[in-house]
């Protein structure tokens, strides 16, 4: 069964691996990331749907959400 993943922090460290690992395995995943400049972490990557979300922000939590 696939689902899909929500990965934090995912524009690098363990967090841009786990991101291109699910999309090897082609499991959609939700890319958050505090900047957009940092989208493009996530180019070539064909399962990854890039969101702007700073985990520390109230607003920025609830416009991701939207």
């Not at 291109?20 to 972490?41: D, G, T, W």
């Not at 985990?55 to 959400?65: L, Q």
Request: some cysteine; charged content about 25%.
């Amino acid at each position: 069964m696939k689902g899909s993943v929500v990965v934090t922090g995912a524009n690098s460290g363990i967090g841009w691996h786990i991101t291109k690992l699910l999309n090897e395995k082609q499991i959609p995943v939700f890319a958050c990331a505090r900047r957009e400049e940092a989208f493009s972490a996530f180019e070539g990557f064909s399962h990854v749907t890039p969101v702007l979300l700073d985990v520390t922000d109230e607003e920025s939590i609830a416009r991701a959400g939207e």
